[in-house]
């Protein structure tokens, strides 16, 4: 691996607004700000578009910065705005009509990602924010892999170490206070490094912001590797670690999580899981935990599992679910690759890889769990459910034929990550061709984008959304190629 050390910076080493949704009504939205300054440092004011002010909040203060919230709500119109500092920002916040939602994932890459020239990085980011200045986006849904933290490996010579070692060192190796300090700063200052780029802070100061992690935000594979591994006094720390960090700067909360200190729309108030329930006038998104108690043989836990049915049977009638699992539901027929790689000793390397997919052999039972209650969610309280998804860094989607109602999957990945070789997508393409259809009677089949030939389309690209006279539909930006025609939802 060739890490590259995040070293934020910006003019005043102040960063942010960084803006994240909260839900809303019919008259108002909630929304919480993320602002990071030197500590000592005097922040600008902040107001509302009625001109009062919102005193900030100390979340955490950290290796010299101090982590501060606002929270407030804007009236649910068209002119809504917030004002920090000389700067003033627009907000779409009505969501009682027509309205536009951007999904993106994978903002980042294993290697070299700090080192792109950022107007090649972000080229999509420029372009959602040409999408935002046309037709403004309500919310930006963020699917995982908001950063590339895998150079955590490198950030202390007691984790190399520890990299390098043999199993039973490993094991005996406790995880010390300057390991935790060198760890989690680097987390901190990683986020900081990507969401301080100019083309990026420019969309999360204009739309809030719903996020949930995947492994690249801890480090790759996180959940799927061995048991001994994750149990480990080193390993658990880093997760320690990579919790608090996501907790600040993908829920704008405080690290040391509680019933009392956590937002209300976090699922188990105890913080085991942090999955999560927004709702808005006619629409509620839910975005499960996919990495807070994974292990190689469970993908979302006990405390998710216990959570997620009654948040998914108490939305409100007639709402729109939009649901994203940070590794898609509906995917190729992994079972084989397995079993190829089982027999080649030298191939194992990758079996975290795929063990992090839904439809890996070691995960059957608990995805069709996970359909089922799609289902039964789907067609017992008659709601339409749309999954999103990212992670495979390819655009692709799926629909699972439920007894009533057809479920659509939609997957884009990634907004930043380089694309696969065109072979890698025409591999995928040929295991979604054997299919996998886990639920007797009810496929679940992958998909050409509206246009495409291909199952899989190996470029970068980023999703949107938008509901218009009750209607919803999906477009596909993809790099190079552009804009995919409606897809009815």
Same mark, same amino acid.
Request: charged share 25%; glycine share 8%.
């Given at each position: 691996?060739?890490?590259?050390?995040?070293?934020?910076?910006?003019?005043?080493?102040?960063?942010?607004?960084?803006?994240?949704?909260?839900?809303?009504?019919?008259?108002?939205?909630?929304? @919480?700000?993320?602002?990071?300054?030197?500590?000592? /440092?005097?922040?600008?004011?902040? =107001?509302?578009?009625? &001109?009062?002010?919102?005193? !900030?909040?100390?979340?955490?203060?950290?290796?010299?910065?101090?982590? *501060?919230?606002?929270?407030?709500?804007? +009236?649910?119109?068209?002119?809504?705005?917030?004002?920090?500092?000389?700067?003033?920002?627009?907000?779409?916040?009505?969501?009682?009509?027509?309205?536009?939602?951007?999904?993106?994932?994978?903002?980042?890459?294993?290697?070299?990602?700090?080192?792109?020239?950022?107007?090649?990085?972000?080229? /999509?980011?420029?372009?959602?924010? =040409?999408?935002?200045?046309?037709?403004?986006?309500?919310?930006?849904? $963020?699917?995982?892999?908001?950063?590339? @933290?895998?150079?955590?490996?490198?950030?202390?010579?007691?984790?190399?170490? *520890?990299?390098?070692?043999?199993?039973?060192?490993?094991?005996?190796?406790?995880?010390?206070?300057?390991?935790?300090?060198?760890? /989690?700063?680097?987390?901190?200052?990683?986020?900081?490094?990507?969401? &301080?780029?100019?083309?990026?802070? $420019?969309?999360?100061?204009?739309?809030?912001?719903?996020?949930?992690?995947?492994?690249?935000?801890?480090?790759?594979?996180?959940?799927?590797?061995?048991?001994?591994?994750?149990?480990?006094?080193? @390993? =658990?720390?880093?997760?320690?670690? @990579?919790?608090?960090?996501?907790?600040?700067?993908?829920?704008?909360?405080?690290?040391?999580?509680?019933?009392?200190?956590? +937002?209300?729309?976090?699922?188990? #108030?105890?913080?085991?899981?942090?999955?999560?329930?927004?709702?808005?006038?006619?629409?509620?998104?839910?975005?499960?935990?996919?990495?807070?108690?994974?292990?190689?043989?469970?993908?979302?836990?006990?405390?998710?599992?216990?959570?997620?049915?009654?948040?998914?049977?108490?939305? +409100?009638? &007639?709402?729109?679910?939009?649901?994203?699992?940070?590794?898609?539901?509906?995917?190729? #027929?992994?079972?084989?690759?397995?079993?190829?790689?089982?027999?080649?000793?030298?191939?194992?390397?990758?079996?975290?890889?795929?063990?992090?997919?839904?439809?890996?052999? *070691?995960?059957?039972?608990?995805?069709?769990?996970?359909?089922?209650?799609?289902?039964?969610?789907?067609?017992?309280?008659?709601?339409?459910?749309?999954? /999103?998804?990212?992670?495979? $860094?390819?655009?692709?989607?799926?629909?699972?034929?439920?007894?009533?109602?057809?479920?659509?999957?939609?997957?884009?990945?990634?907004?930043?990550?380089?694309?696969? !070789?065109?072979?890698?997508?025409?591999?995928?393409?040929?295991?979604? *061709?054997?299919?996998? $259809?886990?639920?007797?009677?009810? +496929?679940?089949? %992958?998909?050409?984008?509206?246009?495409?030939?291909?199952?899989?389309?190996?470029?970068?690209?980023?999703?949107? %959304?938008?509901?218009?006279?009750?209607?919803?539909?999906?477009?596909?930006?993809?790099?190079?190629?552009?804009?995919?025609?409606?897809?009815?939802?």
């Amino acid at each position: 691996m060739t890490a590259s050390t995040p070293s934020p910076s910006t003019d005043t080493d102040l960063f942010g607004p960084f803006l994240f949704a909260r839900g809303g009504t019919g008259q108002i939205s909630r929304i @919480a700000a993320l602002v990071v300054a030197p500590e000592g /440092l005097d922040i600008p004011e902040f =107001r509302t578009d009625s &001109g009062q002010p919102v005193l !900030p909040e100390l979340l955490a203060t950290l290796y010299g910065r101090c982590y *501060w919230r606002f929270e407030f709500e804007l +009236p649910a119109n068209a002119g809504a705005c917030y004002h920090f500092g000389s700067e003033t920002y627009s907000v779409c916040t009505d969501f009682t009509g027509d309205l536009r939602i951007g999904f993106v994932s994978c903002n980042g890459q294993e290697d070299g990602d700090l080192d792109r020239p950022l107007e090649d990085r972000n080229a /999509l980011w420029i372009d959602l924010a =040409r999408q935002h200045q046309d037709r403004p986006f309500a919310l930006l849904l $963020h699917g995982g892999d908001q950063i590339y @933290a895998d150079g955590v490996w490198e950030c202390h010579p007691g984790i190399i170490a *520890w990299d390098k070692a043999r199993r039973r060192q490993k094991l005996a190796t406790a995880f010390t206070e300057d390991m935790r300090d060198a760890v /989690l700063k680097f987390y901190l200052d990683h986020y900081l490094a990507i969401y &301080g780029q100019p083309q990026i802070s $420019h969309m999360l100061a204009r739309v809030p912001s719903l996020m949930m992690w995947d492994d690249h935000d801890i480090f790759d594979g996180w959940g799927s590797h061995k048991k001994w591994f994750q149990g480990s006094q080193v @390993a =658990r720390g880093m997760f320690a670690c @990579a919790r608090a960090a996501f907790c600040l700067m993908q829920l704008a909360t405080s690290p040391d999580t509680g019933p009392k200190t956590l +937002p209300a729309m976090v699922l188990d #108030r105890d913080g085991r899981s942090l999955g999560w329930r927004v709702d808005y006038p006619g629409l509620s998104l839910i975005a499960p935990d996919l990495r807070s108690e994974r292990t190689p043989n469970d993908i979302i836990g006990d405390h998710g599992w216990r959570d997620l049915p009654g948040a998914l049977e108490t939305i +409100p009638d &007639g709402n729109r679910i939009l649901l994203m699992s940070s590794v898609p539901v509906i995917g190729p #027929r992994l079972s084989l690759v397995e079993m190829f790689l089982h027999l080649l000793p030298s191939a194992q390397k990758y079996e975290d890889d795929l063990r992090d997919q839904w439809q890996s052999r *070691w995960h059957r039972r608990e995805w069709c769990r996970f359909l089922e209650l799609l289902e039964r969610i789907a067609n017992d309280h008659d709601h339409e459910i749309t999954l /999103l998804s990212g992670e495979i $860094h390819v655009a692709t989607r799926g629909t699972f034929e439920t007894a009533g109602k057809t479920l659509h999957q939609l997957v884009a990945s990634g907004i930043s990550h380089t694309a696969p !070789p065109v072979m890698f997508a025409r591999v995928l393409g040929l295991l979604a *061709w054997i299919g996998d $259809h886990p639920l007797p009677d009810r +496929p679940t089949r %992958l998909k050409p984008l509206p246009g495409r030939k291909g199952t899989y389309c190996a470029a970068r690209n980023y999703l949107t %959304l938008a509901r218009k006279n009750e209607r919803w539909d999906a477009n596909w930006h993809l790099e190079g190629i552009g804009e995919t025609p409606d897809l009815t939802i």
